[in-house]
């Protein structure tokens, strides 16, 4: 209820009149996934923020120094040379 902005005290009382109880639901509903929409786009934009900074410095295999396109590419190149230097 605190999340749907509606007041724990008197929720009885608005509740009785069926109409404005379910005006107060849909509104909270509304606003509430508003909130969380607005988190998980904040969520999404420092999640894209941080891969590009990764694609920025490239993924280097630190055994011999080859550029791969993708963080699964070169941990595979990196296990596939570590074999082969052996
Ligand atoms: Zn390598």
Redesign the pocket.
């Known amino acids: 209820m605190t999340e749907f902005n509606i007041d724990r005290r008197h929720w009885e009382r608005l509740a009785e009149v069926r109409v404005e109880w379910r005006k107060s639901i849909n509104e909270g509903c509304r606003i509430y996934d508003e909130a969380w929409l607005g988190i998980l786009a904040q969520k999404r934009i420092r999640r894209h923020t941080k891969g590009s900074s990764d694609c920025a410095e490239g993924f280097n295999?630190h055994?011999?120094g080859?550029k791969c396109r993708s963080r699964i590419v070169s941990f595979s190149?990196?296990k596939k040379?570590r074999l082969d230097s052996v």
């Open positions: 295999c055994i011999c080859r190149h990196a040379c």
